[in-house]
Nanobody, 124 residues
Framework: QVDLVQSGGGSVQAGGSLRLSCSASGLIFDRSAMGWFRRASGGEGEFVAAIVGSGQDTHYDASVKGRFTISRDNSRNTVSLQMNSLKPEDTAIYYC?????????????????WGQGTWVTVSS
């Protein structure tokens, strides 16, 4: 059984920083790309960032590029999302997810395991 357990998040003022982490178990971690998605209250889910299994390639949605950094530690089976220069429009529930393969994907349907979700609230 694959489990993804998230930590981090919380509330911050605009311009601040937060870090999300996701710890994985029950899988060979470096064989899966990992991603972060978010869903604002009443909104649709959207892709945020992804990282390939080796950690050598990353991809970001244009709305977060330059502000967010996705990383992974394959020795600890963790993936993280460092969020800087946060804006009120970043307010959402954030989910880490495991992809079906090693390469990055931005379509939620290609992700087969999901974390429990973590709220990130950015006030103006």
């Amino acid at each position: 059984q694959v489990d993804l357990v998230q930590s981090g998040g919380g509330s911050v003022q605009a311009g601040g920083s937060l870090r999300l982490s996701c710890s994985a178990s029950g899988l060979i971690f470096d064989r899966s790309a990992m991603g972060w998605f978010r869903r604002a209250s009443g909104g649709e889910g959207e892709f945020v960032a992804a990282i390939v299994g080796s950690g050598q390639d990353t991809h970001y949605d244009a709305s977060v590029k330059g502000r967010f950094t996705i990383s992974r530690d394959n020795s600890r089976n963790t993936v993280s999302l460092q969020m800087n220069s946060l804006k009120p429009e970043d307010t959402a529930i954030y989910y880490c997810a495991r992809s079906v393969g090693r390469t990055w994907r931005d379509y939620a349907g290609d992700y087969i395991n999901w974390g429990q979700g973590t709220w990130v609230t950015v006030s103006s």
